[in-house]
């Protein structure tokens, strides 16, 4: 006969119905200590693995969260996110087996950041999968599924889905700041991520976010954690504040006077566990009949729901993930795997004549930039370390033939004003075949408030330009008549018309991590093709914006914005060509709708494509990205692409937030970029169009 395995939930009400009042509010803080007379040890919820084992020692170091999204690789994503849990998981038994229970090595994981990167001034917008609600879903479904495992009984960690909701800056004002959003704005863009984390991915943890949204503080908001997360959505895992988010009812928002209130605002709203120190006055918030003990006894048990479900009062020998050895941290599988995705987040902006790729016996080579010889750039934030990093200089050192000289010159600071060193610069450029410039952002100018020491707002970005000098420096080496390779190592958008019209080659790597160097090399010498695409739309200008306080998203992204942009959404260039042929829309008894085409590499290279499925329909968005895939072939090789777009697939948002299939034409596009003609113009290409009627 099947032994019946205990229900964790189950187990959870059982524990906590022997704890004292006292005990079970000292296991809502997120630094829970221990109650030696029930066997429960100390436990730090505090954790975080954003593109890796964060703050924790030695880790494997994937490109950061926006890099991750330039893949366009579900597959990749999830593979990457079993890893981290892998090493995630080896790296807390062995502190458990040493007794230790400090912060960071825990199984409560606070990733993945799954906002909508909405405008790129925001500082953390580089931690996100950009700004497509159904790119974000599609990504953050896989990277959850890969860190909580395919164990039926035990998670491998426990992911979170944060920050819920609407929260995308400004950096400055996000402890009392109000988002004001439409229904529409509300359902369509800032949930659907967190709707498919839920009902999809299975998310055990949702973090809410410091702002208000309609006026009711997040990580206290009866509308998002009462009635959408979990009336609506089901949601039965545990809900964590972000750090001091509680005491902003009080100290910020003024939505309560006291702790007590801001406690039992929280409470009685669904948020099981404070980051902060607000739930210190639990006891007190008790006692003033304010909240139950009822109310304390259905977060405690949640919590401990998800400490059954992840093993911890399991003998070890029980728990599958109990066996990982700790030598699998960055094992060199992993590092190939790092390598692997710091490849595929490369995007070609721009490659006049074939500049690239380079050959690899030049005789001279000088590689310019701030950038260049930085580790800051390859590990981004929410990271772990590594004794391996290969930064950009090293990879071409690696990478060129044992004949070709190198050289290497900062030029100028990352964001300062002096232009001392040109001439040293320009002397050099001249004596080169070929200039590589290292340039764009880092995590020191762009990153989360009080953390990016050169950000000029709070974290945020005041432009989209390249800062200091940077362009200067650009103009300098252009004036010496040698090709200039601009390699821009940044997570948010920069606008740089001027490049763009001037010089031959642009690729992106974003903050590619350990291997980062290696990819750049590879994608520069023409070892590995790139395939990245834009996550998010880059600008023109900041003029070309809505002011950034402003959480409408008339005029913002690609599905909204009406200008012209310098580079769209969606958009990358590769060493071959593909062609898009037999487009056939054919509706089923169902109401679904399938869509499909052939696809062939028809350039001389092998290489990635990513088929993107755009529908336009009336009362929907300019566009909207509903299907996507990425995909290698050889040279010659053909491949058939089907998708299915259901009737919700092809609904609207009505103005009250539902979703709605209205029948009419459906315009569905599906190619290598948007139907967009800025896309057409930089690619040379349009992708497939036909337009059908649907009752």
């Known amino acids: 006969m099947k032994t019946r395995l205990p229900n964790p939930a189950d187990c959870a009400r059982a524990l906590v119905a022997q704890m004292t009042l006292s005990e079970k509010c000292s296991q809502m803080l997120h630094e829970s200590p221990a109650i030696p007379r029930l066997g429960i040890p100390a436990y730090n919820w505090w954790n975080e693995c954003l593109h890796g084992v964060a703050r924790a020692g030695v880790a494997t170091v994937f490109p950061q969260a926006i890099g991750l999204a330039a893949t366009w690789n579900t597959a990749l994503l999830h593979r990457v996110a079993d890893v981290i849990a892998t090493e995630a998981r080896a790296k807390h038994h062995a502190a458990r087996k040493r007794g230790r229970h400090a912060q960071y090595f825990g199984l409560t994981f606070w990733t993945p950041n799954i906002n909508i990167f909405r405008d790129p ?21 896989a990277f959850i599924r890969g860190l909580q495992g395919d164990d039926p009984r035990h998670l491998k960690v426990a992911a979170c889905a944060k920050h819920f909701a609407v929260h995308s800056g400004p950096e400055s004002a996000r402890h009392g700041f109000d988002a004001r959003v439409s229904a529409r704005d509300l359902w369509e863009t800032y949930l659907p991520a967190f709707e498919a984390a839920v009902r999809e991915a299975g998310v055990e943890i949702v973090m809410g976010a410091y702002n208000r949204v309609n006026g009711e503080g997040c990580c206290g908001s009866p509308t ?88 911890m009062f399991d003998p070890p020998s029980r728990v599958r993930w109990a066996r990982i050895s700790p030598k699998v941290v960055d094992s060199p599988a992993h590092r190939r795997l790092a390598l692997q995705a710091a490849r595929e987040s490369i995007v070609l902006l721009k490659n006049d004549n074939q500049t690239l790729p380079l050959r690899k016996d030049l005789k001279s080579i000088v590689v310019v930039g701030p950038n260049a010889a930085a580790v800051d750039v390859l ?30 010159m900062a030029g100028c600071d990352l ?48 432009h989209l330009r390249l800062p200091g000098v940077q362009e200067e420096l650009l103009r300098e080496l252009h004036a010496t008549g040698k090709p200039v390779v601009l390699v821009l190592l940044n997570g948010s958008a920069v606008a740089s018309q001027w ?195 649907l009752g």
């Open 415 to 462: 964001t300062g004003t002096s232009t001392a060193a040109f001439g040293a610069v320009k002397y050099l450029a001249g004596l080169s075949d070929v200039i590589v410039a290292v340039i764009g952002l880092s995590p020191r100018i762009e990153g989360e408030e009080g953390d990016a020491a050169d950000s000029e707002a709070g974290g945020d970005r005041r």
């Open 121 to 141: 001034r925001w500082g953390r917008g580089h931690e996100t999968y950009g700004e497509c609600p159904f790119l974000t879903s599609r990504l953050a479904v």
């Open 224 to 311: 998002l954690l009462g009635r959408i997360l979990r009336e609506r959505w089901g949601f039965t895992g545990h809900v964590t504040s972000d750090c001091g988010a509680v005491a902003d009812f009080h100290q910020h928002h003024k939505v309560t006077s006291t702790p007590e209130e801001s406690a039992a605002l929280a409470v009685k709203n669904g948020c099981d566990l404070e980051c902060g120190n607000v739930y210190f006055h639990l006891m007190e918030a008790v006692r003033q009949g304010l909240i139950s003990e009822a109310d304390v006894d259905a977060c405690v048990t949640r919590l401990f729901t998800t400490r059954y479900r992840l093993g």
């Open 379 to 408: 590990l981004a934030n929410y990271n772990g370390l590594n004794p391996r990093l290969v930064t950009v200089l090293e990879g071409i050192c690696s990478k060129v033939s044992p004949a070709t000289q190198v050289n290497w």
């Open 499 to 693: 490049a763009h019209e001037n010089l031959p080659a642009i690729l992106t790597a974003w903050y590619p991590g350990e291997e980062g160097g290696t990819a750049v090399a590879d994608v520069l010498f023409g070892d590995y093709n790139p395939a990245g695409r834009l996550p998010v739309t880059f600008y023109r200008r900041i003029e070309d914006l809505p002011a950034f306080d402003d959480y409408r998203l008339a005029g913002r992204t690609y599905r909204y914005f009406t200008g012209t942009p310098l580079y769209p959404f969606g958009y990358g260039l590769s060493y071959t060509r593909f062609t898009y042929r037999g487009l056939k829309l054919k509706p089923d008894r169902a109401g679904h709708l399938h869509v499909t085409a052939r696809v062939k590499n028809t350039g001389p290279r092998a290489g990635d494509e990513v088929a993107q499925l755009y529908v336009t329909r009336a009362g929907g968005p300019l566009r909207d990205l509903r299907g996507f895939e990425r995909f290698h072939l050889k040279p010659g090789q053909e491949r058939a692409l089907h998708f299915t777009l259901t009737r919700d697939a092809l609904a609207i948002v009505t103005e009250n937030g539902e979703r709605e299939f209205r029948p009419g034409d459906f315009q569905i596009s599906l190619g290598g970029s948007q139907p967009d003609p800025r896309s057409r113009e930089l690619t040379g290409s349009a992708p497939l169009t036909a337009t059908i009627r």
